[in-house]
């Protein structure tokens, strides 16, 4: 075999060790893809779909967000569907109160800068920007309390921005919803 | 042919010196929200801090490592003298400027709105108009290495344009553009506000322009890295490049499909539909392979120098390589580092695993390691390589080199890895104080130490970097020769067009920008009522 002829085939097989390589990754890269596409559309984990608007400056004039329709609410169906506002530099309620194993559905916004809502231990995660109203369907299988802190910088008070979520049984929960109105568990 | 070194040195040591400070506001800042650290009366002092370090950190180092370094491919690579030297200046007086007019009012505590500047919440006026300076003084040099690439083509019809000056340009174009996003967002929004001229903006809308420049800057930072990796590393240990045409494909694929995938930051917002963070989201899984390309490339090109130093054998070869030479130590660094870092990455672009770190301690853990690991310390072999080319002296201290080198990798795998970890215990970023007494968030107590502990080690590291360049520039002097960079397997002789020019993915970059930008943009910019009152900062 002359010099010329290994040349000519070490260019050839480097070529197909560099072919492989890139068919590797780009079947990983689909793979990759395809996993997140089923578990967005099987498991229906999929970002808030919509995109709904609210003033932040008249939030507690009118509308969905003002006071007295914070808290938790029963819905006829069983379900809950908890309304919060966060503002510079705490959340309100500043703790919520929500029933174990139940579709619940968190509505919120923010009164003024930029915040985020962070459940821990769990994967309830949720930016709040004034303008717009943030949605995100929640359930928790165990019963306890969460912290729920501020997770995006709001400014020199964003430390201290901590609430509180407590998950209690269906009945505890039931009990407190006949009094009707919004609940939360502020002051307990 | 270095001929400006004076002007790349200037680049150097500018970057370097901020990037020493700033790494001492990090180091304060874990430390002093930690268990061991809970003195701090003002928690305010914190986010002055945290927007110096941020600010310095994101934008003027890189971009000042990333100009120093083009323009020593554009006198090296090309073998020419630099066309618009006086310019360059210019640019980089601007930074100066810039970078002094940005941190008198993070110094003041008159703009405490972190690197990511989220309004509403509004600074003072001159910070925002700091960091435009810097940007422009970058664009400066944009322009410098498109026009210089030019002066070499037309003395060099149809030549292939060396591997290090066809990266360093595509990086540049990538730069030039995703800049735009946030200099939008400072341009049309932040600005008017800050001046007093207008008091409500659209919150949400500025969060998408700043997603366009929040992930291909990552790329921006990591440019000098790969082209390290493809053109300096097999040079220095005695290598060549696997391939020239890959190497060139994957710049190529940065330059495309790092643009239209900077949603991925805005899953967890309310004002994007879901529709378009999906598209984000499966673009986000193509960036990738330009990556996993590049990794293969990267340890073909290495078992080359181990083969042809004698290595033998299906994994024998490793032992062969010249582990005293600290390119292959930060190579070898800087690729575990990418290989965790990048594994946590795989976890932050699906929006399902998203949710569970999103805003946590993770994120500050991941972009460390894979920013602050894999990519600087890259820039410190960059450093290392370059300097008795730009001093003229040799670099004595190999030994101290290595060492820097292995506490830079150590440290920042105690500081990052424990990060990672309190953020999957739900530990939000960005605070200047928790309450470690609260049973609740205590267990997080001893990760944040160990944090404190590698927050040090990198703080040493990063010293004895500074110091290491400080007396390479009294050592004796001695010629380096001319700073030359890796050759390919089959160096090129012709060049296919495509893999040649810039100006078709540039192109194709600006339309898949345009596609997966242009409706959410145009769709929040005309939505009315969208906009809120400023808060602004230090005004409470
Ligand atoms: C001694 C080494 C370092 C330490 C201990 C350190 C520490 C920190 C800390 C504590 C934060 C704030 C995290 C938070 O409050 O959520 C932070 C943020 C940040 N660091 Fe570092 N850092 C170091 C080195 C670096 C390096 C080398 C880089 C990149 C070149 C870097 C880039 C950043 C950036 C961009 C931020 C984001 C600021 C923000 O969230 O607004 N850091 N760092
Ligand atoms: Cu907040
Ligand atoms: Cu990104």
Redesign the interface.
Known sequence: MSAEDTHGSSVEVAARVERRWTAIAVIIIVAMALLAAFAGIHQATMPQPRVETTDPSRLHLSGEFVESNLGSMLEANGNVTVRAIGQQYSFTPACIVVPVDTPITLRATSADVVHGILIQGTNVNTMLVPGYISEQLMRFTRTGDYLMPCQEFCSFGHEGMWGKVKVVDKTNFANRAKAGGRLSCVGQ | MLVNRKLILAHFWLAFGVFGVALTLGAWQMFIRSPIGTWLSN??L??RSLTAHGTVMGYVFPTLVAMGFGYAIAESALEQRLVGVRWAWTGFWLIVVGSVMAVIPIALGRA?V?YTF?P??IGNLFYYLGVVLVVVGSWIWVALMSINLRVWRKAHPGAPVPLAMFANVAGSYLWAWTAVGAALELLLQIIPVAAGLKNTI???LA?IFFSWTLHAIVYFWLMPTYIAYYTIVPRAIGGRV??DA?ARISFILFLVVAMPIGMHH?????????GF??IH??FT??V??PT??TV??IC?SVEIAARLRGGRGMFGWIRALPWDNPMMLALAFSFVMLGFGGAGG?INM???LD??I???QWITGHFHLIFGGAIVIMYFAIAYDLWPHLTGRELVDIRLIRTQLWLWFIGMIVTTFPWHWVGI??M???????DFS?P??APQALSVTFSVIGGFILLASGIMFIIILARGMRAPQADAGAYRFALA??QPTTVPVALNTHALWVALMIALTITNYGYPILNLAT?A?????A?Y?GA?
């Open positions: 928690p305010e914190y986010y405490s972190l989220y509403p919440l659209d919150a949400g969060r696997y391939s890959m805005t899953f967890a917002d309310p004002q994007v539909g879901a963070k999906f989201s499966a899984a193509l990738a392979l996993l390309l293969f490339t073909a795989l699906s929006y399902q949710t569970t999103h805003n946590t215990l739900g939000p970023r960005r605070m200047a104080y928790f609260d609740a968030i397997v089959h939505a009522g969208t906009s809120v009152p808060v900062v409470q």
